[in-house]
């Protein structure tokens, strides 16, 4: 099963049949839970149980939850933080990280419980059932929710949180659905993209300098512009390694790049998804001030269309 999906809003909506909650910049997952054994799934369905040994533990009989694995940095949720840990497949490696850089588990909806299938309650009505299961521990916790969304809108500005999320207490849960009975706020101009090539950092034929990213469209992948700050450092290896087999000979781009960044780029297939904050759009149709902020192995191309 996928999760279901909110949608960019225009304005946060008031009145009673709304609830509210903090946008968390983790990961999304959809978790198993039996007799304190977990399976947790990304959003594309990947099994990435391995990767976080300490959700281990979560009490309750067959329960499916929804919820974000974060990772916490001086009190706030940290995306940089969380990619060291989402693209760990090793146990050995993943339980020392777990003690160095634990994550918590956040769930925000419950959609099976012993034998009953709660999709077609309404969020309420699940919401009730998710409160009873009394999930309030290091590991796992259940946020609160709040009445007043554009009082917390401005706290969770104020605070250097990601946004917030905002429901329709009436919806029922529609698996895979990006739905307007859901609707998500950010603060921060975070997008994610697609990788097409990089180009080495100059004087260098194998370090890492920047990235190509595009948008995937139904015609194909379009350029976005390149992405040079924020992988520096330790980043940059770890960027090559997932990069190396997915070479290719010519531009994955549906259109031209310009001659300046296809100078020296190493091509790639298109499937690599990263997240980026920027400026936005230029006239150009170009990222403006474009910084690496991850890799997403929980997102394909075909979840940015």
């Known amino acids: ?137 290091d590991r796992w916790q259940t946020p609160p929710t709040y009445d007043d969304g554009p009082m917390l809108f401005e706290a969770t500005r104020q605070q250097g949180l990601e946004g917030i999320v905002s429901k329709r207490l009436s919806s029922r849960y529609e698996p895979g659905a990006r739905s307007k009975h859901w609707l998500k706020f950010p603060h921060r101009a975070r997008t994610s993209w697609v990788v097409g090539g990089w180009r080495p950092e100059t004087g260098s034929a194998h370090r890492l300098g920047a990235l190509l990213v595009g948008e995937p469209t139904p015609e194909g992948l379009v350029y976005r512009g390149r992405v040079g700050s924020g992988i520096a450092g330790k980043v940059g290896p770890v960027l090559l390694e997932a990069l190396g087999p997915l070479a290719r000979g010519a531009s994955p781009f549906v259109d031209e790049v310009p001659r300046l960044d296809a100078l020296g780029t190493h091509w790639v297939d298109p499937v690599l998804v990263v997240d980026v904050e920027s400026l936005g759009l230029s006239s150009q149709q170009r990222l403006r001030q474009p910084s690496y902020r991850g890799v997403r192995p929980d997102l394909s191309p075909e979840d940015l269309l």
């Open 1 to 137: 099963m996928r999760p279901m999906l909110a949608t960019k809003g225009t304005h946060v909506p008031a009145g009673s049949e709304w609830s509210h909650e903090v946008k968390w910049d983790g990961m999304r997952v959809l978790v198993e839970a039996d007799g304190g054994v977990a399976r947790l799934f990304s959003r594309n369905e990947n099994d990435v149980t391995v990767s976080f040994p300490e959700l281990q533990g979560i009490p309750g009989e067959r329960l499916l939850l929804d919820g974000e694995v974060v990772a916490f940095a001086d009190g706030l949720p940290t995306f940089g933080a969380l990619a060291d840990r989402m693209h760990v497949r090793s146990a050995t490696r993943a339980a020392a990280l777990a003690r160095t850089n634990p994550v918590t588990l956040l769930v925000f909806d419950v959609l099976r419980a012993g034998d009953r299938d709660l999709t077609r309650l309404t969020l309420a009505e699940r919401r009730e059932v998710l409160l009873g299961l009394d999930l309030q521990d």
